[in-house]
């Protein structure tokens, strides 16, 4: 982010997160309008599409998607953006990941694993 303090910067990437978290997708597509990269990180490695996955924002997730997210960008703690939806129980978002060829082998856990331990591996097709 060009031009940007160090702390407007983390200002800027807090209010994006804000928003996936929040299912804000419009509010959010303006930042990615403005040239907001939209794999952009958070301090703990997480990207929009982590969040919104994360927190059930199928809306905001197929957007990210659409804009061309890396769906298997993972964080700080080795997290996928598929296996966070899976654990909250979000089957539109685990669909939606897979069919945009989310690597269902990668991270810890792993998609596959995170579907076995909780009995959805129906989703992973």
Same mark, same amino acid.
């Given at each position: 982010?060009?031009?940007?303090?160090?702390?407007?910067?983390?200002?800027?990437?807090?209010?994006?997160?804000?928003?996936?978290? *929040?299912?804000?997708?419009?509010?959010? /597509?303006?930042?990615?309008?403005?040239? /907001?990269?939209?794999?952009?990180?958070? %301090?703990?490695?997480?990207? *929009?599409?982590?969040?919104?996955?994360?927190?059930?924002?199928?809306?905001?997730?197929? *957007?990210?998607?659409?804009?061309? *997210?890396?769906?298997?960008?993972?964080?700080?703690?080795?997290?996928?953006?598929? %296996?966070?939806?899976?654990?909250? !129980?979000?089957?539109?978002?685990?669909? %939606?990941?897979?069919?945009? !060829?989310?690597? /269902?082998?990668?991270?810890?856990?792993?998609?596959?694993?995170?579907?076995?331990?909780?009995?959805?591996?129906?989703?992973?097709?």
């Amino acid at each position: 982010m060009d031009g940007l303090t160090p702390e407007q910067a983390t200002k800027i990437i807090s209010m994006l997160m804000d928003h996936a978290r *929040a299912g804000e997708t419009a509010d959010l /597509l303006e930042y990615l309008d403005h040239g /907001l990269d939209v794999d952009t990180r958070d %301090a703990e490695g997480n990207t *929009a599409l982590m969040l919104a996955a994360y927190h059930g924002r199928a809306e905001t997730v197929r *957007a990210l998607i659409g804009r061309g *997210a890396d769906v298997d960008l993972r964080n700080n703690r080795d997290q996928s953006p598929i %296996a966070g939806a899976l654990f909250k !129980g979000e089957n539109e978002i685990v669909v %939606a990941l897979r069919d945009a !060829g989310a690597d /269902l082998d990668a991270g810890t856990p792993s998609a596959r694993a995170a579907a076995e331990m909780f009995g959805r591996s129906d989703l992973l097709g």
